[in-house]
């Protein structure tokens, strides 16, 4: 994973006056401001993967809960004190004079410069604030953590946020979309706790991480074989594939914590469903519509993949059914084709695990075997016993 980066920038310190200081420029009111620094700027990151590149172009940005602690460290009894899913957009039109970077927020936040002590020189002194983001961000209603606004659809994608009266790491509780073109891929941040006020030129970083497992699916016909590196299949036969579905048990909803990535609550079964509307080409033949299949592994979709919580599904409960015709020209037939159905469902013998962050190919392979004839046997004739017919004889 890239880097995503925040920037603190930090009000110089006020030192007293008095003949053992000497007195420095002083700035006023220096907010907290966010930095990514990433490659150059790529797509809109709601669906789909998310790059560091992305995210700056994103509609969504990220949201981040920052929690002040006075002189202490963050503990799960602290609440979102400082920050409340806060948005953080990017802005190529940013003034960079008074803010080199252009990751921009309202309202600011400055930094804290111990006012809670009872220290009398400024500096001595080292309030803390900690800090947890995630991407993408939506809005909520702050009381409750209800998203103001379903994306992609009600009870799908980000579903809800931890309230900003609850104590402890921020959750995200997240339910995968049922179409694969919908996919959000949800990120949370490593969090950076305890963070003092900073030199203005400060850092503090931030690494985002994958918090769903991704499913490349890809579809392969194997035509007279077992093994799918041979070419079989007859030029006069296409495979069109009407629809792909995968199942997968007790990956559907559950709730993340910012805090290490892990997940809970989890229930639900996935079930997402190829077809026309979500293969990124499709072929048309004797009125079928559908992916056209061919001997070569091919991803269903190129754009974005089926994403599902992380964790172990029991044997049994990771399913691929498949809907797909085999349509063969033939000129000798009524309406010149020969069209035939195949429904298929193959479940999983064995145990699978899926870990979060990381992809997964799923190469469905649909096995076909020509209809062949031969021969075993022509038959030997056998004598029959011999037949007198009576005629009408010649005379002498």
Same mark, same amino acid.
């Not at 997240?174 to 203005?200: G, H, R």
């Not at 048309?284 to 091919?298: H, P, R, S, Y």
């Not at 020969?338 to 799923?362: C, H, L, M, P």
């Given at each position: 994973?890239?880097?995503?980066?925040?920037?603190?920038?930090?009000?110089?310190?006020?030192?007293?006056?008095?003949?053992?200081?000497?007195?420095?420029?002083?700035?006023? @009111?220096?907010?907290?401001?966010?930095?990514?620094?990433?490659?150059?700027?790529?797509?809109?990151?709601?669906?789909?993967?998310?790059?560091?590149?992305?995210?700056?172009?994103?509609?969504?940005?990220?949201?981040?809960?920052?929690?002040?602690?006075?002189?202490?460290?963050?503990?799960?009894?602290?609440?979102? @004190?400082?920050?409340?899913?806060?948005?953080?957009?990017?802005?190529?039109?940013?003034?960079?004079?008074?803010?080199?970077?252009?990751?921009?927020?309202?309202?600011?936040?400055?930094?804290?410069?111990?006012?809670?002590?009872?220290?009398?020189?400024?500096?001595?002194?080292?309030?803390?604030?900690?800090?947890?983001?995630?991407?993408?961000?939506?809005?909520?209603?702050?009381?409750?953590?209800?998203?103001?606004?379903?994306?992609?659809?009600?009870?799908?994608?980000?579903?809800?946020?931890?309230?900003?009266?609850?104590?402890?790491?921020?959750?995200?509780?997240?339910?995968?979309?049922?179409?694969?073109?919908?996919?959000?891929?949800?990120?949370?941040?490593?969090?950076?706790?305890?963070?003092?006020?900073?030199?203005?030129?400060?850092?503090?970083?931030?690494?985002?991480?994958?918090?769903?497992?991704?499913?490349?699916?890809?579809?392969?016909?194997?035509?007279?074989?077992?093994?799918?590196?041979?070419? @079989?299949?007859?030029?006069?036969?296409?495979?069109?594939?009407?629809?792909?579905?995968?199942?997968?048990?007790?990956?559907?909803?559950?709730?993340?914590?910012?805090?290490?990535?892990?997940?809970?609550?989890?229930?639900?079964?996935?079930?997402?469903?190829?077809?026309?509307?979500?293969?990124?080409?499709?072929?048309?033949? !004797?009125?079928?519509?559908?992916?056209?299949?061919?001997?070569?592994?091919?991803?269903?979709?190129?754009?974005?993949?089926?994403?599902?919580?992380?964790?172990?599904?029991?044997?049994?409960?990771?399913?691929?059914?498949?809907?797909?015709?085999?349509?063969?020209?033939?000129?000798?037939?009524?309406?010149?084709?020969?069209?035939?159905?195949?429904?298929?469902?193959?479940?999983?013998?064995?145990?699978?695990?899926?870990?979060?962050?990381?992809?997964?190919?799923?190469?469905?392979?649909?096995?076909?075997?020509?209809?062949?004839?031969?021969?075993?046997?022509?038959?030997?004739?056998?004598?029959?016993? !011999?037949?007198?017919?009576?005629?009408?004889?010649?005379?002498?």
């Amino acid at each position: 994973m890239k880097k995503i980066m925040i920037l603190a920038a930090v009000a110089a310190l006020a030192l007293t006056a008095c003949a053992k200081f000497e007195t420095e420029k002083v700035v006023e @009111n220096e907010p907290v401001a966010f930095g990514v620094y990433a490659g150059n700027a790529a797509s809109k990151a709601t669906y789909g993967d998310i790059t560091t590149a992305s995210l700056k172009t994103s509609e969504d940005g990220f949201g981040v809960f920052a929690y002040y602690t006075l002189n202490n460290a963050w503990t799960t009894s602290d609440k979102p @004190n400082f920050m409340y899913n806060q948005q953080v957009k990017y802005n190529d039109s940013a003034n960079t004079t008074l803010y080199p970077a252009k990751w921009e927020y309202s309202p600011l936040k400055y930094w804290p410069n111990g006012q809670n002590s009872t220290e009398v020189e400024a500096g001595t002194v080292n309030d803390k604030v900690s800090f947890f983001a995630y991407a993408p961000r939506i809005a909520v209603t702050a009381a409750t953590g209800v998203p103001t606004t379903n994306v992609p659809a009600a009870g799908q994608g980000i579903t809800a946020v931890s309230n900003n009266d609850a104590a402890g790491a921020p959750t995200v509780t997240f339910t995968v979309p049922s179409k694969p073109e919908e996919q959000i891929d949800l990120l949370w941040a490593t969090p950076v706790k305890d963070q003092t006020k900073q030199t203005i030129t400060g850092t503090i970083a931030f690494t985002f991480n994958h918090a769903l497992a991704k499913l490349n699916v890809k579809v392969q016909a194997v035509v007279d074989a077992v093994d799918p590196t041979t070419s @079989n299949l007859d030029a006069n036969t296409k495979i069109i594939l009407e629809s792909l579905e995968v199942k997968a048990a007790g990956t559907k909803t559950g709730t993340l914590s910012l805090n290490d990535g892990s997940w809970s609550n989890k229930s639900g079964d996935t079930d997402i469903t190829y077809n026309t509307s979500s293969f990124s080409s499709t072929t048309t033949l !004797n009125g079928k519509t559908g992916f056209n299949v061919t001997e070569t592994a091919t991803a269903l979709n190129t754009t974005t993949s089926p994403m599902i919580i992380p964790g172990t599904i029991a044997s049994g409960d990771f399913i691929i059914i498949a809907n797909y015709w085999v349509i063969t020209e033939d000129a000798a037939l009524k309406g010149s084709y020969s069209t035939v159905q195949n429904k298929i469902r193959k479940t999983s013998t064995a145990g699978i695990t899926f870990a979060g962050g990381t992809s997964y190919e799923v190469l469905a392979l649909l096995g076909l075997t020509n209809t062949s004839f031969t021969v075993t046997e022509v038959g030997a004739w056998t004598t029959g016993a !011999n037949q007198e017919v009576d005629l009408p004889q010649n005379n002498s």
